[in-house]
T-cell receptor
Framework: GAGVSQSPSNKVTEKGKDVELRCDPI?????LYWYRQSLGQGLEFLIY????????KSGLPSDRFSAERTGGSVSTLTIQRTQQEDSAVYLC??????????????FGPGTRLTVT | AQSVTQLGSHVSVSEGALVLLRCNYS??????LFWYVQYPNQGLQLLLK??????LVKGINGFEAEFKKSETSFHLTKPSAHMSDAAEYFC??????????????FGKGTMLLVSP
């Protein structure tokens, strides 16, 4: 079946502009995660959505970052007033988070964001 | 709190040689452990996972890993390296409790270089 998809695959933006990154999880997966992969920083957790519960936003680095998940499926990560330090690959993952079912996460190909 | 340490940001081996990538974790609860591989410009692909039961787990592409609770380790091995194994490898840990919450904590990654 179809895996996790992300768009765009690459995004170049000017400092100060807003960007939106999209993630389509695997159909039926109730959990959705956003991570950021930067040189020298490894993979950092940003935000987690589980069903209709309030998201865990504890990994968002600043209030310029926000995310929403509509209808329990597609998610959009928005970065306002982008800064050069926001340049990174943003990875989305989904999993089937049901008690008793092992919860490996399936990753999309990522969006490479470059802020000039 | 959980953490993962991967010893060696780069590991070089010759084709046909043993591959050993080290991973140590810290977790206050029983862990679930994962190894992911990332090829250039691609997302993360699950190699193998340990949840409960057998401590020696086998994954794709001939890789295996052994969970050693006493050493808090989950090292990845492959008896004979192929050129196609050249990639970045990430070890990750999550809570094994059935809380439904399973954000992954990643190590910083190890780049595997394979020479002819």
């Amino acid at each position: 079946g179809a895996g996790v998809s992300q768009s765009p695959s690459n995004k170049v933006t000017e400092k100060g502009k807003d960007v939106e990154l999209r993630c389509d999880p695997i159909s039926g997966h109730t959990a959705l995660y956003w991570y950021r992969q930067s040189l020298g920083q490894g993979l950092e957790f940003l935000i987690y959505f589980q069903g209709n519960s309030a998201p865990d936003k504890s990994g968002l680095p600043s209030d310029r970052f926000s995310a929403e998940r509509t209808g329990g499926s597609v998610s959009t990560l928005t970065i306002q007033r982008t800064q050069q330090e926001d340049s990174a690959v943003y990875l989305c993952a989904s999993s089937l988070n049901v008690v008793g079912i092992r919860r490996e996460q399936y990753f999309g190909p990522g969006t490479r964001l470059t802020v000039t | 709190a959980q953490s993962v340490t991967q010893l060696g940001s780069h590991v070089s081996v010759s084709e046909g040689a043993l591959v050993l990538l080290r991973c140590n974790y810290s977790s206050s609860v029983p862990p679930y452990l994962f190894w992911y591989v990332q090829y250039p410009n691609q997302g993360l692909q699950l190699l193998l996972k340990y949840t409960t039961g057998a401590t020696l787990v086998k994954g794709i592409n001939g890789f295996e890993a052994e969970f050693k609770k006493s050493e808090t380790s989950f090292h990845l091995t492959k008896p004979s390296a192929h050129m196609s194994d050249a990639a970045e490898y990430f070890c990750a840990v999550t809570s094994g409790e059935d809380s439904g919450y399973s954000t992954l904590t990643f190590g910083k990654g190890t780049m595997l270089l394979v020479s002819p």
